[in-house]
Every structure is written in C-alpha cells, then in structure tokens.
C-alpha cells in the first residue's frame, strides 16, 4: 500500500477522524509564541494538511488570520462543516497554492510525513515572509505507560508495520529525519493527557491510515479484542491515553 493511498483512506473517514481524534494542549501554542517571539493573534497563518480543522481552529482561536490548506475532499468538506467561518484551499505541502512571503507561520499537525521535504521544505521557506517560521508537529504516544506500549506493538502486528521506537529521538537526528536539517531548528516536547470514553479510544485507533486500508473483517475482530484487553484495565469504560507532542520550529534564514 502507498504512502499516497494511505494519505488519501482519511477522506472516506473523515466525520470519525473529527469525532475521535485528540487535540492538542494549549500550552503547545503557547511554546510555538514563545520561540516565534511574537503572539499568534494578527499572524498570518496556513495549516497545511489540515484535515478537519483540529490544529487550525486552536490557531483561529488564538486569533491568527488562519487558512486551512488541505488535498482531501472529504476532509475538507468536514472542516468547512466545522469552521464556516475559517478559509480553506486545495493544495499539498508539495505544492502550495500560497503566494510568495505571504505567510508569518506555516504549521503541520500531524502531517509533514506525507510531504516529500525536497519540495515541501523549499515551498514553505518560498511561502515564508522574512523571519517567517515552519512549525510540525506530532501527537506521540507515551510509551513508558506500560499498557499502551503492549498496545502499540499489538497493533504494529495487525497492520504489519514496524513497531515504535521504545526511545525518544536525540534532538539532532529528529531534524534530520524530518528533512530540516540545515535550517536553525528549536525542539520542544510536552507531554499531556486527555481522558475519552472506551468507544472514542477505539475509534481514534481505527481511523488511523494503517487500520484504514485494512479489511474491514479483521479490523472489528481486531478492535473486539482490544476492547476486552482494555476493559481489564479501565472497569468503567473511561480511558486515559497519554501522549507526547514533539514539536520542530525552523526559521526561515
């Protein structure tokens, strides 16, 4: 399966993307102002990638002057549905449909990996004003918290991909990986928690592109299993699921 098929599966699952899917903590923005060096309120923002709106309306509600750049029909039609009043294009990190120095922060929530950084890099430093910065960004799992380690490597299994790293990334080789190096990169990792019914931590694992392009079949057995490993654990059907953001702010030279 492509990386681009699996990029496009969000569109037929974008209302249950919206539905399940953590935000972000506050206190993300918060650090992104602070290493920018000025407030986000009158920035002139493009979330790229931006699916559903959920990174772009914290933004639109700290005030910046936000548009939502986003490929997926589907999931733009969801993130129209969500924010009415919020702007948002067609388009790819690849290539976007911005003008030249137009934008004060370009951010990805979640999707800078579906970007070929040797197009998506040059096109945000070309979209970039002066003193401009790229901001990506991941909601990581924690995986010091024992039961959601055992469930990322069961889950690695049924989508037959790599299980996750057990270690955090040294702030180096992170820039490298995500094509940034030679560009004055600042780090910054938070870590945080949201507590959701055992229906939505489900379902926030099966919207994901891995469990997307799978059989619907094996998906449900799955998930069934899943539900009775967790109900061990969390009696009352109320989740706890941790995780880390790991931020990467570069500046444009």
Do not use: K
């Not at 024992?146 to 989508?159: D, K, L, T």
């Amino acid at each position: 399966m492509t990386a681009v098929s699996r990029a496009r599966s969000f569109d037929n699952a974008a209302a249950h993307y919206a539905a399940s899917r953590p935000s972000y903590p506050p206190a993300l923005l918060d650090v992104i102002e602070e290493l920018m060096g000025s407030p986000l309120a009158g920035s002139r923002v493009a979330d790229v990638g931006a699916g559903t709106g959920i990174a772009t309306a914290l933004l639109y509600e700290r005030g910046a002057e936000v548009i939502g750049v986003e490929p997926g029909e589907g999931m733009a039609a969801q993130f129209r549905s969500a924010l009415p009043g919020v702007p948002i294009v067609r388009g790819d990190g690849n290539a976007l449909p911005l003008a030249d120095g137009s934008r004060d922060l370009i951010t990805y929530a979640q999707a800078w990996q579906w970007t070929d950084t040797d197009r998506s890099v040059p096109e945000a430093l070309r979209v970039l004003s002066p003193g401009g910065a790229l901001a990506v960004w991941w909601n990581t799992h924690a995986l010091d918290v024992p039961w959601i380690a055992a469930q990322h490597e069961r889950i690695a299994r049924h989508c037959g991909v790599r299980p996750p790293a057990g270690t955090r990334l040294r702030d180096g080789e992170a820039t490298r990986l995500a094509g940034l190096a030679g560009l004055r990169v600042a780090r910054h990792q938070l870590r945080w928690s949201r507590t959701v019914p055992l229906d939505t931590h489900l379902a926030n694992i099966s919207s994901r592109s891995a469990f997307l392009v799978l059989d619907e079949t094996r998906n449900r057995a799955f998930l069934t299993d899943e539900r009775g490993r967790l109900r061990g654990i969390f009696p009352d059907e109320v989740v706890t699921e941790t995780y880390v953001v790991d931020l990467l702010l570069a500046r444009r030279p």
